[in-house]
């Protein structure tokens, strides 16, 4: 069995090419760029076009993949209260995830003044803003202020649902036995029915298969443990193929042997793929409003030929990473959000103190006036 190491390369390497697939799936969905793309490569970016998106499944099984080693290393129980673990992943995720939805609500204002293009955001509401913020614009059905923040809200509530699912569960044996049954409901029926994509239950199956590869990576059984996965994922599939889960089930089959051979944290040794796996969160965050930029400057400027379009790509694509890794410095990081945090605690503090004086002094000047 290999050791918890905080460094994992295929993990590392995974999250960079799914990341760089859904940056080049928006790339090739959204303005007047990408309408260009398709028409000058049509296999190419239509291929990006519709199968880019499925690299979230890589994404949701490593979600699922490091929750469970974080939470249940050892297939335990959760001991303490689910709500400080929920809150504090709430503050990982919301912290640059809301700086972002900034940039894009900037980016959009000002795209707006270049091109008249559907996939410039319509202008913020308070409300719209404040559902966002807590992480609950899907579920109250609100338009989306960036592409792929559906992702952010459905990653917390998966977090949330696992974390009680082990809580609940109380005995070692009975709260791993959870998440598989959550796992096989979502498989088996909520993942067939689209009616339930903004809620945690339509993706925990492939959330589920991640969490069981680590499980079953610690078992000497482990050709047994991984067979039982494969076995209820594959007959999900026989009941209703998804090529999703099927991508789901191949990522969770390699990491559960990746971390048994001891892969996971030895390949592959590239500081390229590293980097970018490191900042794949800053990517996924800033891509958009660089986007909505590169195609308002694009249509500004009077451009339409092939060659001018491919270049506006290229150099969007290289713009992102370099908004990403600044992001990543001053924003992910973290450092710079246990910065961050702890300012706005301070600031929070500040004003409740300031509002307990002024609760004081309107109190003593209401008995004074009787």
Request: proline content about 4%; charged content about 15%; aromatic content about 8%.
């Given at each position: 069995m290999s050791t918890i190491s905080n460094r994992m390369p295929l993990i590392d390497a995974l999250k960079a090419i799914a990341a760089l697939l859904v940056l080049l799936n928006h790339y090739s969905s959204y303005g007047p760029l990408a309408e260009a793309a398709r028409a000058a490569l049509p296999g190419l970016f239509g291929w990006f076009f519709e199968y880019g998106r499925m690299a979230v499944q890589v994404f949701l099984v490593i979600a699922g993949f490091l929750a469970a080693r974080g939470l249940s290393a050892e297939g335990q129980a959760l001991r303490v209260s689910p709500l400080p673990l929920i809150w504090k992943r709430y503050l990982r995720l919301a912290v640059p995830y809301l700086a972002a939805i900034g940039l894009a609500i900037m980016a959009a204002a000002i795209a707006d003044h270049w091109m008249d293009d559907e996939a410039i955001p319509d202008r913020a509401t308070v409300a719209q803003w404040l559902a966002h913020a807590f992480l609950l614009h899907g579920v109250l059905g609100y338009d989306a202020l960036s592409a792929g923040v559906w992702y952010i809200a459905i990653d917390f509530q998966l977090f949330a649902l696992m974390a009680i699912l082990l809580w609940a569960g109380r005995r070692n044996i009975v709260a791993p036995a959870l998440v598989l049954a959550v796992t096989a409901a979502s498989l088996f029926w909520f993942n067939r029915d689209a009616s339930w994509d903004n809620w945690a239950i339509y993706f925990f199956g492939s959330y589920g298969l991640g969490a069981a590869a680590w499980w079953a990576s610690d078992r000497r059984q482990l050709a047994a443990w991984l067979g039982v996965i494969a076995t209820i994922a594959i007959a999900a599939l026989i009941i209703d193929f998804r090529?999703?889960?099927?991508?789901?089930?191949?990522?969770?089959?390699?990491?559960?042997?990746?971390?048994?051979?001891?892969?996971?944290?030895?390949?592959?040794?590239?500081?390229?793929?590293?980097?970018?796996?490191?900042?794949?969160?800053?990517i996924f965050l800033v891509h958009f409003p660089v986007l909505l930029l590169a195609n308002g400057l694009y249509a500004r400027l009077g451009l339409s030929s092939t060659a001018s379009a491919m270049i506006g790509l290229v150099l969007a694509w290289a713009a992102?990473?370099?908004?990403?890794?600044?992001?990543?410095?001053?924003?992910?990081?973290?450092?710079?959000?246990?910065?961050?945090?702890?300012?706005?605690?301070?600031?929070?503090?500040?004003?409740?103190?300031?509002?307990?004086?002024?609760?004081?002094l309107a109190r003593r000047a209401m008995l004074g006036r009787v």
């Open positions: 090529l999703r889960i099927a991508l789901a089930l191949a990522v969770a089959l390699l990491l559960g042997f990746g971390r048994r051979t001891g892969v996971l944290e030895q390949w592959p040794n590239a500081r390229p793929l590293a980097f970018l796996g490191q900042i794949s969160y800053s992102s990473i370099a908004a990403a890794t600044l992001f990543y410095r001053w924003i992910e990081s973290p450092e710079a959000s246990r910065r961050i945090t702890t300012a706005i605690s301070g600031l929070s503090a500040s004003m409740l103190q300031v509002t307990q004086r002024a609760g004081r």
